[in-house]
T-cell receptor, first 114, second 115 residues
Framework: NAGVTQTPKFRVLKTGQSMTLLCAQD?????MYWYRQDPGMGLRLIHY???????AKGEVPDGYNVSKKKKQNFLLGLESAAPSQTSVYFC?????????????FGPGTRLLVL | AQSVAQPEDQVNVAEGNPLTVKCTYS??????LFWYVQYPNRGLQFLLK??????LVKGSYGFEAEFNKSQTSFHLKKPSALVSDSALYFC?????????????FGTGTRLKVLA
């Protein structure tokens, strides 16, 4: 049981390049999330998914797109990277609401945009 | 709109002393409240949560938190701090009345336990 995994662990991009971050979970969770973590800002929600093919915007969605074609995978795309997107990106998953509601986080992807 | 405040960037405490990490929240309806811990270069790990029921919630590693509706607070506490508790702590809230599954995180509090 690997939990939540993220690929890649680290990436350097040049301004204007594109890339996709992959998140996978093997816990059969319905909900998945993408956050970015910046010093002094805490975690900010980028996009999230409440089921296959259903996604919604979080606090800071601009410049990012997401794809959720399978229950266990959630992709975060940067179409044209900017230095302001330099950050650590975390994926999380959770069961639906109620007593079991808890987010499980991946180890993070460190992205540097030059 | 929902929000979370962690008023202290850093808390220093001597090993063996009690510790408190503060969190206040603002939601329009009833909150679900969470504490997570982050060790260096790692993802966040769940510590404890308040969903419903008893206002005093006990979690992992001897931590506990008290939900105080009148003060809109959910402070994290531990009776006796360990050096290994040194980490970054995040409070998070979900506004159940919003009908969405969006979580808002605080900016984090760095806990430093001194030997």
């Amino acid at each position: 049981n690997a939990g939540v995994t993220q690929t890649p662990k680290f990436r350097v991009l040049k301004t204007g390049q594109s890339m996709t971050l992959l998140c996978a979970q093997d816990m059969n969770h319905e909900y998945m999330y993408w956050y970015r973590q910046d010093p002094g800002m805490g975690l900010r929600l980028i996009h999230y998914s409440v089921g296959e093919g259903t996604t919604a915007k979080g606090e800071v969605p601009d410049g990012y797109n997401v794809s959720k074609k399978k229950k266990q995978n959630f992709l975060l795309g940067l179409e044209s990277a900017a230095p302001s997107q330099t950050s650590v990106y975390f994926c999380a998953s959770s069961l639906a609401g109620g007593i079991q509601e808890t987010q499980y986080f991946g180890p993070g992807t460190r992205l540097l945009v030059l | 709109a929902q929000s979370v405040a962690q008023p202290e960037d850093q808390v220093n405490v001597a090993e063996g002393n009690p510790l408190t990490v503060k969190c206040t929240y603002s939601v329009s309806g009833n909150p679900y409240l969470f504490w997570y811990v982050q060790y260096p270069n790692r993802g966040l790990q769940f510590l404890l949560k308040y969903i419903t029921g008893d206002n005093l919630v006990k979690g992992s590693y001897g931590f506990e938190a008290e939900f105080n509706k009148s003060q809109t607070s959910f402070h994290l506490k531990k009776p006796s701090a360990l050096v290994s508790d040194s980490a970054l702590y995040f409070c998070a809230v979900r506004d159940v009345a919003s009908g969405t599954y969006k979580y808002i995180f605080g900016t984090g509090t760095r806990l430093k336990v001194l030997a």
